[in-house]
């Protein structure tokens, strides 16, 4: 069976550029596609002005899948943490996806959420274990839960200034970023053996960028986000061998 991964849809989010879920399923689930695996934030489903419609498209994309005989996997990311699981193992444990988010105890270092609760956020860190897989995936879901999302600068009427300040405040935010750009290939393998040596490929979303990067002896791929400002790509693969790793748009 040919195993399509993809992620970051962000369903109902005002910044979503992927298309209506018959539309990505007439785009996705052909070509002999017998799963297709969505490596977190299929949709926003926090509660959020976009909960709503999030939930509605996550359960048209379903119901598409369904229609096709396609299986569908959800992998919980930090805008679906109601989804399950947070972290799946396939053809025994040589392939392991997962959203990317637990590799951070904080989630996501340059949220706005953590950036503006990190007395709270360090609260519920310290409460967890840290040397046990089941410890740090139960707590990246608990951090997701843990304040409300911030969704944009409200009051804040001039688009321009708007844009720079999502991009630019706090002043900690874009390096963040960049770091977590550049370190997150690194920290997947480091957490790969820790957690799962066993594994040779690791799928990754939840940093909206694109990745294909071999470290040791594993292939780290990064399935990028149908979101504005970034591309998504998809892997396929076949007896945990990978066949494809495509960018969408």
Avoid at 1 to 27: I, K, N, Q, T, W
Avoid at 61 to 77: D, K, M, N
Avoid at 122 to 134: G, Q, R
Wanted: charged fraction near 25%.
């Amino acid at each position: 069976m040919l195993v399509r991964f993809v992620s970051d849809l962000h369903y109902g989010h005002e910044r979503c550029e992927a298309p209506a879920p018959a539309e990505l399923a007439e785009r996705l689930l052909g070509d002999g596609v017998g799963m297709l695996v969505v490596v977190g934030d299929l949709a926003e489903t926090r509660r959020c002005a976009w909960q709503e419609r999030g939930m509605a498209l996550r359960e048209e994309l379903r119901q598409e899948c369904q229609r096709r005989g396609v299986q569908l996997i959800e992998i919980a990311g930090n805008h679906d943490p109601d989804a399950e699981p947070l972290l799946v193992r396939f053809w025994d444990g040589r392939v392991v996806a997962m959203h990317g988010h637990a590799l951070y105890k904080e989630v996501a270092p340059w949220s706005w959420e953590y950036l503006r609760h990190k007395a709270e956020c360090h609260a519920l860190i310290n409460s967890f274990p840290h040397d046990t897989l089941e410890g740090r995936l139960e707590l990246s879901r608990r951090m997701c839960q843990l304040t409300a999302p911030i969704l944009r600068r409200e009051g804040v009427r001039n688009k321009y200034l708007r844009g720079f300040l999502h991009c630019f405040w706090p002043p900690q935010r874009p390096w963040q970023i960049v770091w977590c750009w550049l370190s997150c290939a690194r920290r997947a393998a480091r957490f790969a053996q820790a957690f799962f040596p066993e594994a040779q490929v690791i799928i990754l979303g939840h940093f909206h960028r694109f990745g294909n990067q071999r470290i040791g002896k594993r292939h780290i791929l990064n399935c990028g986000a149908w979101f504005k400002h970034a591309t998504p790509y998809c892997v396929d693969m076949r007896d945990a061998q990978v066949l494809a790793y495509r960018k969408l748009v």
